[in-house]
């Protein structure tokens, strides 16, 4: 499903890089955080809840969490303290992220 965004695409800075969302190419301007490139794309959510609650950016700043995405594999990566570089591979954060501890069954 295809949402439109509530938001307006950040101003063009001269440098533009494009990186795949969900298997689509996203062009943003090089500078802006992930988010606000992913908010400007569409708005739709970038994560899922444990409980399949559907979320996104919302502080913009690095404190609420919400903006949780996997970037090149790793998850649980802060899309609003990211900057968006060429060729990153970002998806949405389904549920939650498995822990790698010496101690997690």
Known sequence: MKTVSRFLTPPETGTVVEFQY???TVTSPAGVSLAA???????A?????????AR????MMGVCFECL???DGN?????????????????RQMGLRRLT?????
């Open 75 to 91: 998850p649980n990566t802060q899309a609003c303290m990211c900057p968006v570089r060429d060729g990153m591979i970002v998806s």
């Open 37 to 43: 490139a992913l908010l400007a794309h569409s708005g």
């Open 22 to 24: 969900e298997g689509e």
């Open 101 to 105: 501890g010496c101690n997690d069954v």
């Open 69 to 71: 995405v996997e970037v």
């Open 45 to 53: 959510y970038t994560r899922q809840t444990a409980k399949g609650d």
């Open 56 to 59: 996104t950016a919302f502080c």
